[in-house]
């Protein structure tokens, strides 16, 4: 028997293994993954709470609403990624270095 | 006041929608537009946001919920609203003749600029944490396209890169903690949340609402989530650098006030989240990082790139302020501030930047600075009195700003019960040590205009266009605080959740 808990949890780990894909990536491809998979989690979350918890389709909504925005915004950061490699010749945060951060 | 529901909501919704149908046309616009013709864009561009400001200026603001509960016209939403119309049309109109945007991309920068300030229409205005985030994801995609705009520079990309990376990161994580916020709530409606959060787990909800906060101290170049701005303020062009700086600084704050003030500051959930205390902590951490940081910058950009960091710690000093039991004082303080800040810091960013032309200055520099009032005697004291009243020193409106905002700190602090049982006069002394820490970079800047003697004599002349700009940016900046003061800028109060509000489903 599947219940909340289970969703929650999951929904925790891709949380944690997003964020540990951000932090630990050299690549900004990969971070992109990261944060597809910190979306995910959110949207795992909204639709588990939906079902057990609040009823009606709300959460669900939502979750639709952050698939479109999340495709967006893939969208423009691969453009800005595909830009930066074109120009500096690497897509590492860490080693475009002309401002320094 | 019950919500509306979407036809009835419309008539209320005319200046947003004004805005957001403008963008559109001009896209539609800028793809038949050839050539000279491509005045027309910019113009229309501008002629939008002066529609949207007039009408935002003009419709009463009643604090009509519209679309079943999703947005809120109330007086804080039009105080926002208008510092961020007034930037985006500032900004549009010294970008009309800047030579960083190519000419054939100027449509498109327009658009994305009219697109971003409805992202932040939609912010200030949520009173629903789903429209909260579209707003904010609204205003961060067209930002971060408008900060790699400079086509054939690098430093331009890798500031659009870096923005893009860390801007996802925050905006993924408020969504995690909105989703989380929704189970323990079952609603994402911000002031009902409030009310069905006191029975939360503490520890759930701390970790919740610092999630939820990501996002927004993100917007805010708040500690530790302000690592982007001093690179994205740098490489940006310099028309975006300047909206961002203040624009969306603007909307976060419009967004983080809706969220605590309205959401969270249920007596019931301070006792469980004690949020002020982890604002202010915050906030003595971003104003003492920025400041120390601009310190040692020699790049005139830079500085004040890592200067409004330390002005978004002093803002979040209101926002720590609202736990206390009268919210209206910090609120009016905090916008009071803001609409200072507009001008104040518009005006010196854009100095800057008509310096950094190639027939002026050509340079962001420090050293390049040195004598400029031989060469242009206008431009210097226009700067010196900008860069003043950004450190407070009376009479400019920079001083009056920060008077009403520390005062309003003090006031709630020294009242019964203080802020959530917290004494926040320690905070106020240390934005005053940290004033007094601005002045020295800030002088800086002001001694190397008027006191060093520079290399070259030849004169440097403003474009009359743009002295007309900077002139209506100066006098405000010189005469606001003896014209209005904070009483002006008291807006409602927050809604009752339990009374404003139909039993949802």
Redesign the interface.
């Known amino acids: 028997m599947i219940t909340l808990t289970h969703y ?1 949890v999951v ?1 925790a780990l891709l ?1 944690v293994f ?2 540990f894909a ?1 932090l630990t990536r050299r690549n ?1 491809i990969a ?2 993954m ?2 597809e998979l ?2 995910n ?3 795992l ?2 639709a ?2 939906s079902k057990y ?4 389709v ?2 669900q909504m ?1 979750a639709v ?2 698939i479109v ?1 999340a495709a ?2 893939a969208a ?2 691969l453009a ?2 595909l ?2 490699y074109q ?2 010749g690497t897509i590492s ?1 860490d080693e ?1 270095r ?4 | 006041m019950t919500p509306l529901d979407n036809l009835s909501s419309l008539q209320h919704y005319i200046p947003d929608a004004a805005l957001a149908s403008f963008a559109v046309l001009i896209v539609i616009v800028d793809l038949f537009a050839r050539g000279r013709s491509k005045v027309v864009v910019g113009v229309l561009s501008i002629a939008a946001l002066a529609v949207a400001g007039a009408l935002t200026l003009w419709m009463p603001h009643t604090g009509e919920r519209l679309f079943y509960g999703m947005a809120r016209q109330d007086g804080l939403a039009q105080t926002f609203k208008l510092v961020i119309v007034g930037c985006a049309a500032v900004t549009l109109l010294v970008s009309l003749r800047t030579q960083e945007v190519a000419e054939r991309l100027r449509g498109e920068f327009f658009a994305l600029m009219l697109f971003a300030t409805y992202g932040m229409f939609l912010m200030v205005s949520a009173s629903n944490l789903l429209i909260a985030y579209l707003g904010v994801e609204l205003a961060s995609i067209s930002s971060y396209i408008l900060a790699g705009f400079l086509a054939n520079q690098s430093r331009s990309s890798e500031a659009a890169f870096k923005y893009v990376i860390y801007g996802s990161v925050a905006s993924g994580v408020m969504l995690f903690g909105v989703s989380l916020l929704y189970g323990m709530a079952g609603t994402t409606d911000i002031a009902l949340m409030g009310e069905r959060l006191a029975s939360a787990h503490p520890l759930a909800l701390t970790i919740a609402v610092v999630f939820l906060f990501a996002g927004v101290g993100y917007k805010i170049a708040s500690v530790p989530f302000h690592m982007w701005s001093p690179d994205v303020y740098e490489g940006s062009p310099l028309p975006v650098t300047a909206f961002l700086s203040v624009a969306s600084k603007a909307a976060g704050f419009g967004l983080t006030l809706r969220i605590f003030r309205d959401g969270l500051g249920a007596e019931e959930l301070l006792a469980s989240v004690d949020w002020p205390l982890f604002l202010a902590l915050l906030s003595a951490v971003t104003m003492t990082v920025g400041n120390l940081a601009a310190m040692g910058q020699k790049n005139v950009k830079r500085l004040l790139a890592y200067s409004s960091i330390a002005h978004g710690g002093y803002l979040l000093m209101g926002i720590a302020a609202l736990g206390s039991s009268d919210s209206s004082a910090p609120t009016a303080a905090i916008l009071f501030y803001l609409a200072v800040y507009l001008f104040m810091n518009l005006g010196a960013f854009f100095v800057v930047m008509h310096l950094a032309e190639p027939s002026r200055l050509g340079s962001e520099e420090m050293p390049a600075y040195r004598g400029l009032i031989r060469r242009s005697p206008a431009l210097a004291i226009v700067m010196s009195v900008f860069l003043f009243s950004l450190i407070g020193l009376p009479p400019f409106a920079g001083f009056w700003g920060k008077l009403y905002l520390f005062k309003s700190v003090v006031d709630a602090s020294l009242v019964e019960g203080g802020v959530n049982g917290h004494n926040f006069v320690w905070l106020v002394l240390l934005a005053m040590a940290n004033s007094a820490i601005s002045l020295y970079y800030y002088f800086a800047v002001v001694k190397a205009m008027l006191l060093d003697r520079g290399e070259e004599e030849t004169p440097v002349k403003a474009h009359p266009a743009f002295a007309l700009v900077l002139l209506i940016l100066f006098l405000p900046t010189l005469l606001l605080g003896f014209f209005t003061n904070v009483d002006d800028f008291r807006v409602d109060e927050a809604p009752e959740a339990s009374a404003s509000i139909m039993a949802e489903e």
């Open positions: 929650v929904s949380f997003g964020m951000v900004a971070i992109l990261g944060i910190i979306l989690a959110a949207n979350n909204f588990a709470f918890v609040v009823g009606g709300q959460g939502i609403f952050v925005l967006a915004e423009v950061a800005i990624i830009d930066i120009k500096v945060p475009t002309e401002l320094k951060g």
